[in-house]
């Protein structure tokens, strides 16, 4: 059987090579870049406030991460054979080669675009508010979301998902670093994770319920069979240069929860036994931050540093979208009333 996309014509490797990263993303890339874009602003903001307010109830970002890597193991290395095989180079191209069915193809299409859009406004909410906070108001919200906008377009137009790949192993490091020195600065400021939790239980927040636990095993299907639904990752499968490749990027991400996920929940709970008054719990990882610039030169840079992991954690996640609604749109939306298939690719 031929090509699926084989009706693109000559422009086929140009959208390719843009939106794929002409499939040759290796093990390190790969994960650098589907890590930074899994991990977002949340991250480093969301899941401190949850451990903050709710103590070890926070740990079902780990078990949902290592469930989600365990559900896409079954998914994602025979969507790489089979989108190579086939040269597919849309998102949608295997619900429409296996199904042969327009009205399904337009639907999951503007099902992606939805939740795809409601996931940039997200994140570029989340950074101008980074950005209002860190500049003491000085920065406009809607000044910095315009930067930010058209500092991804600007290197999103030029490289493609080759550049956001790379941009996202830098950021990724940035993240890195900010996560593991959670490792160091608990003992450092708090005693060790006894020391500093040993608070948690007179406050309740040490004790799941019956409720939490419906709610934990809910929110860990929901997460293990959504993430497969969200371009910016199905194309970062299709990006990979093998199989092989694929499943070597999952069994990383299945690792890379306990050094990002665990210390940040970490975080709330350790600020929570300190700081126990804070007037929003969202001030948990800031609160964190601020122990760590008090104390001394050294940490003051270390703590600059973890700072910027917030920022580079949302701008990691916003270039994976936006470039995934690039790709939708103009593969799946305009791509068909196009007739010159070089002008769809510009």
């Given at each position: 059987?031929k090509?699926?996309a084989?009706?693109h014509g000559?422009?086929n490797?140009?959208?390719?090579q843009?939106?794929?990263a002409?499939r ?10 589907s ?6 602003g949340?991250?480093?903001?969301g ?15 780990v078990?949902a991460?290592?469930?989600?890597c365990?559900v ?10 089979i989108?190579?095989?086939r ?9 429409r080669d296996?199904?042969?069915c ?8 503007m099902?992606?675009?939805f939740?795809?859009?409601a996931y ?8 101008a ?8 108001g000085?920065?406009p919200p809607?000044?910095?979301a315009?930067c930010?906008g ?10 493609g998902l080759?550049a956001?790949a790379w ?7 940035v ?9 160091y600065?608990?003992?450092v ?5 006894e020391a500093?939790?040993k608070?948690?239980?007179?406050t ?7 409720s939490d ?6 929110f ?6 959504s993430?497969?639904?969200?371009p910016?990752?199905v194309?970062?499968v299709m990006?990979?240069?093998n199989a092989?490749?694929?499943r ?6 299945s690792v890379?929860?306990f ?6 929940g970490?975080?709330?709970?350790l600020?929570k036994?300190?700081?126990?008054d804070?007037p ?7 609160q ?5 610039l008090?104390?001394?030169s050294?940490?003051?840079?270390i ?11 949302i ?5 994976s979208?936006l470039?995934?609604l690039s790709?939708?749109?103009t593969?799946?939306v305009f791509?068909?009333w196009?007739?010159n298939?070089?002008?769809?690719v510009?």
């Amino acid at each position: 059987k031929k090509s699926v996309a084989g009706g693109h014509g000559g422009s086929n490797t140009k959208l390719t090579q843009h939106y794929l990263a002409s499939r040759g993303l290796g093990t390190i890339v790969l994960t650098a870049t589907s890590v930074a874009s899994i991990y977002s602003g949340y991250t480093l903001v969301g899941i401190p406030a949850e451990g903050y307010t709710h103590g070890f109830f926070v740990v079902r970002w780990v078990g949902a991460i290592t469930l989600n890597c365990l559900v896409l193991t079954t998914l994602a290395p025979r969507l790489q054979w089979i989108s190579s095989s086939r040269g597919y180079t849309s998102v949608f191209d295997l619900a429409r080669d296996r199904f042969q069915c327009r009205p399904l193809v337009v639907l999951c299409t503007m099902m992606m675009l939805f939740s795809t859009t409601a996931y940039i406004w997200a994140q570029f909410t989340s950074f101008a508010a980074t950005m209002t906070r860190l500049s003491g108001g000085n920065i406009p919200p809607m000044a910095s979301a315009i930067c930010l906008g058209v500092l991804l377009s600007l290197y999103e137009m030029l490289g493609g998902l080759t550049a956001v790949a790379w941009t996202d192993v830098l950021q990724g490091m940035v993240m890195g670093f900010a996560t593991l020195m959670v490792f160091y600065y608990q003992f450092v400021l708090y005693g060790g994770m006894e020391a500093g939790t040993k608070t948690l239980s007179e406050t309740n927040t040490a004790v799941l319920t019956k409720s939490d636990c419906i709610e934990w095993i809910d929110f860990m299907l929901g997460l293990a069979f959504s993430l497969p639904f969200f371009p910016h990752f199905v194309s970062r499968v299709m990006a990979s240069k093998n199989a092989p490749t694929t499943r070597r990027m999952l069994m990383m991400i299945s690792v890379t929860t306990f050094v990002v996920s665990l210390p940040m929940g970490m975080v709330g709970m350790l600020v929570k036994g300190k700081h126990p008054d804070l007037p929003d719990r969202e001030e948990a990882f800031g609160q964190f931050i601020v122990d760590v610039l008090s104390n001394g030169s050294i940490s003051y840079a270390i703590g600059s540093i973890m700072l910027s992991g917030s920022v580079a954690a949302i701008m990691s996640t916003a270039d994976s979208l936006l470039i995934a609604l690039s790709h939708v749109l103009t593969v799946d939306v305009f791509g068909p009333w196009v007739s010159n298939k070089h002008t769809l690719v510009w």
